[in-house]
């Protein structure tokens, strides 16, 4: 059975850091795709960025862009999530999922098989 646990959110104020980490089990991590995903109440689920399998670049949406990086650490099958600059109106749950293929798609929610519970990120000003 495949679990992945989100932990590292919290209250941040603005201009603070956070990590987040997605520990995996059941699968072997750095066979996966990895993405990262936040979700507003009353608001779609966004992408937020990923990383491959195939080239093992990341990939990040512009609103996160030179603020937040991904990263995995295949040894702890853990990927990561380090957001920098954080900034109110990232306030959000955040997600990780997880997939064997990859897709151009890759801020499609419907490419990824496996996720994890969120966890809370708030951003005071």
């Known amino acids: 059975q495949v679990h992945l646990v989100e932990s590292g959110g919290g209250l941040v104020q603005a201009g603070g850091s956070l990590r987040l980490s997605c520990a995996a089990s059941g699968i072997t991590l750095d066979n996966y795709a990895i993405a990262w995903f936040r979700q507003v109440p009353g608001k779609e689920r966004e992408g937020i960025g990923c990383i491959s399998t195939e080239d093992n670049n990341p990939y990040y949406a512009d609103s996160v862009k030179g603020r937040f990086t991904i990263s995995r650490d295949n040894g702890k099958n853990t990927g990561y999530l380090q957001m920098n600059s954080l900034k109110p109106e990232d306030t959000a749950i955040y997600y990780c999922?997880?997939?064997?293929?990859?897709?151009?798609?890759?801020?499609?929610?419907?490419?990824?098989?496996?996720w994890g519970q969120g966890t809370q990120v708030t951003v005071s000003s």
């Open positions: 999922a997880a997939d064997k293929d990859w897709s151009l798609r890759y801020f499609s929610e419907d490419e990824y098989d496996y």
